[in-house]
Antibody, heavy 119, light 107 residues
Framework: QLQLQESGPGLVKPSETLSLTCTVS??????????WGWIRQPPGKGLEWIGS???????YYNPSLKSRVTISVDTSKNQFSLKLSSVTAADTAVYYC???????????WGQGTLVTVSS | QSALTQPASVSGSPGQSITISCTGT?????????VSWYQQHPGKAPKLMIY???KRPSGVSNRFSGSKSGNTASLTISGLQAEDEADYYC???????FGGGTKLTVL
């Protein structure tokens, strides 16, 4: 059974960089059938797609976040990562990692991790 | 790309059927049969309920069904049960645009 697990700091200071890693177990991140993505959900609000990455390193980002987002993949560790720079309180959210079945379905999700931006 | 439009809330009594709409544009919902629906209970991760407009993943009850007409997709839940009370999100545009979410209340 495929499992995804987010990890990283739960508290980040304003203007700093948020960094999260998603570890994939029970399957290979290098499959040609999938992208791997990040989605976030501010407290009490809806879901927002952040971006997706293919095992080759090809990426797609939400245009509204593109200038601050970097998603990378480490196939040797079966992990992919998110970096979001210059964070503000508006970036406080539960961050989920998910598998995207090409072309368009997020079928497996991590449990999510709350990241709070505060000094 | 703007968020897809969903009603903020819907409600129904046990045993009844309800439908949640998801309206986009000819660039997203209307372009391809690639709409998915997710159920989210409080404090939990979203769960895939419908993909590619009307397909159900293994293990999802056949009380859940999806359809699309033009730029609007719909999720129908028949035979409402208390456990169906949750937030529901649609998604389109290659998984890049979500709806604002609909809170389903089972009366």
């Amino acid at each position: 059974q495929l499992q995804l697990q987010e990890s990283g700091p739960g508290l980040v200071k304003p203007s700093e960089t948020l960094s999260l890693t998603c570890t994939v177990s029970g399957g290979s991140i290098s499959s040609s059938s999938y992208y791997w993505g990040w989605i976030r959900q501010p407290p009490g609000k809806g879901l927002e797609w952040i971006g997706s990455i293919y095992y080759s390193g090809s990426t797609y980002y939400n245009p509204s976040l593109k200038s601050r987002v970097t998603i990378s993949v480490d196939t040797s560790k079966n992990q992919f990562s998110l970096k979001l720079s210059s964070v503000t309180a508006a970036d406080t959210a539960v961050y989920y990692c998910a598998r995207l079945v090409v072309p368009a379905t997020h079928d497996y999700w991590g449990q999510g991790t709350l990241v709070t931006v505060s000094s | 790309q703007s968020a897809l439009t969903q009603p903020a809330s819907v409600s129904g009594s046990p045993g009844q059927s309800i439908t949640i709409s998801c309206t986009g544009t000819s660039s997203d919902v209307g372009s391809y049969n690639l709409v998915s629906w997710y159920q989210q209970h409080p404090g939990k991760a979203p769960k895939l309920m419908i993909y590619e407009v009307s397909k159900r993943p293994s293990g999802v009850s056949n009380r859940f069904s999806g359809s699309k007409s033009g730029n609007t997709a719909s999720l129908t839940i028949s035979g409402l049960q208390a456990e169906d009370e949750a937030d529901y999100y649609c998604c389109s545009y290659a998984g890049r645009v979500f709806g604002g979410g609909t809170k389903l209340t089972v009366l």
